[in-house]
Antibody
Framework: EVQLQQSGAELVKPGASVKLSCKTS????????MSWLKQMPGQNIEWIGN????????GYNQKFKGKATLTVDKSSSTAYMDLSSLTSEDSAVYFC?????????WGQGVMVTVSS | DIQMTQSPASLSASLGETVTIECRAS??????LAWYQQKPGKSPQLLIY???SLHTGVPSRFSGSGSGTQYSLKINSLQSEDVASYFC????????FGAGTKLELK
């Protein structure tokens, strides 16, 4: 069974950074891309970027370049996303999802709240 | 960017009814379209990909159709567990989503 387990909710101060994790199981991590997506209340889901589990190759939505950095640890089948210079606009739920053009399996989501 | 316009924004239907949700792309996406269901507090779940292919384990009352710029999701014989929000997503270009349709019971 494919599973994507995300880290817990984060409360961070403006200007800080946060690193989110997505631990996978049930499939060969290095054979697939992992995506990260952002969902804010009342707004469209946004695709942040992709990372290939095999070699760490990345592709980003232009909007999130400089904001998000995607990495992987193949040894633990885990994907990570660093979000930097956080503002209130970064408060949202963030999902990891396995990507094969569409998103066939999703993590449970993690809420990031940016507040002083 | 390819813009996805989804309609209606909200929908109220009775148990057993057939429901249709539409999605229009700002350009031809050549059937590169997926549909997702999201229940409150949960992650989206894939229903349909390639415009009309049913994802593993999805009930057959869900179906997708369309081509070019116009696509639709149909739910036959609405069940209580179908109350959710539904999103379309194109993947002809980098992924973009529709704004969603909130489906409630009448």
């Amino acid at each position: 069974e494919v599973q994507l387990q995300q880290s817990g909710a984060e409360l961070v101060k403006p200007g800080a950074s946060v690193k989110l994790s997505c631990k996978t199981s049930g499939y060969t991590f290095s054979n697939y891309y992992m995506s990260w997506l952002k969902q804010m209340p009342g707004q469209n889901i946004e695709w942040i970027g992709n990372i290939y589990g095999g070699n760490g190759g990345t592709g980003y939505n232009q909007k999130f370049k400089g904001k998000a950095t995607l990495t992987v640890d193949k040894s633990s089948s885990t994907a990570y996303m660093d979000l930097s210079s956080l503002t209130s606009e970064d408060s949202a739920v963030y999902f990891c999802a396995r990507y094969i053009n569409y998103f066939d399996y999703w993590g449970q989501g993690v809420m990031v709240t940016v507040s002083s | 960017d390819i813009q996805m316009t989804q309609s209606p924004a909200s929908l109220s239907a009775s148990l057993g009814e057939t429901v249709t949700i539409e999605c229009r792309a700002s350009e031809d996406i050549y059937n590169g379209l997926a549909w997702y269901q999201q229940k409150p507090g949960k992650s989206p779940q894939l229903l349909i990909y390639n415009a009309n292919s049913l994802h593993t384990g999805v009930p057959s009352r869900f179906s997708g159709s369309g081509s070019g710029t116009q696509y639709s999701l149909k739910i036959n014989s609405l069940q209580s567990e179908d109350v959710a929000s539904y999103f379309c997503q194109q993947y002809y270009d980098y992924p973009t989503f529709g704004a969603g349709t909130k489906l409630e019971l009448k």
